[in-house]
C-alpha cells in the first residue's frame, strides 16, 4: 500500500474518533471487520467490536473528547502508520477513556 492510502485509511480513523460516532457501518468503511488490536483497550476485545465499546466509553466520559495528530509515521513497507496524539476532553465522570491501541 502506497503512502497515501495508508495515510488516508488514519487520516479517516481519526476523523471517525472525532465525530463521536458510534455506529459499526461506519467504521467497517474504514477499518478491515476482522482487524485485530494488538494492545486492546483495558476490558474491551481486541477486534472491531472492542474499538466500538471504546468510542462509546470515551463518548460516554467526555462531550468534547477529542484526538489531534501532532505528527504519523508510515512504513509503506510493513503497510503501518504510528500516530503521535494528543488527546484532550473534559472527564465528566461517565466513564473510563483508556488509549493505548495498535492496529494490525
Known amino acids: 500500500m502506497s503512502r ?10 481519526l476523523t471517525w474518533i472525532n465525530s463521536r460516532n458510534e455506529n459499526p457501518s ?3 468503511a474504514i477499518v478491515a471487520k476482522d482487524v485485530v488490536l494488538r494492545i486492546p ?26 484526538v489531534t495528530l501532532l505528527e504519523a509515521i508510515v512504513d509503506e513497507i510493513k503497510s503501518t502508520v504510528v500516530h503521535f496524539i494528543e ?3 473534559t472527564h465528566e465522570g461517565q466513564g473510563t477513556y483508556v488509549s493505548g491501541a495498535d492496529f494490525l
Open 4 to 13: 497515501e492510502q495508508l495515510l488516508d485509511i488514519s487520516s479517516r480513523f
Open 26 to 28: 461506519a467504521l467497517s
Open 41 to 66: 483497550f483495558q476490558g474491551a476485545t481486541p477486534d472491531l467490536a472492542g474499538l466500538l465499546a471504546q468510542q462509546k466509553k470515551a463518548n460516554a466520559a467526555s462531550s468534547d473528547f477529542k
Open 87 to 89: 488527546i484532550s476532553g
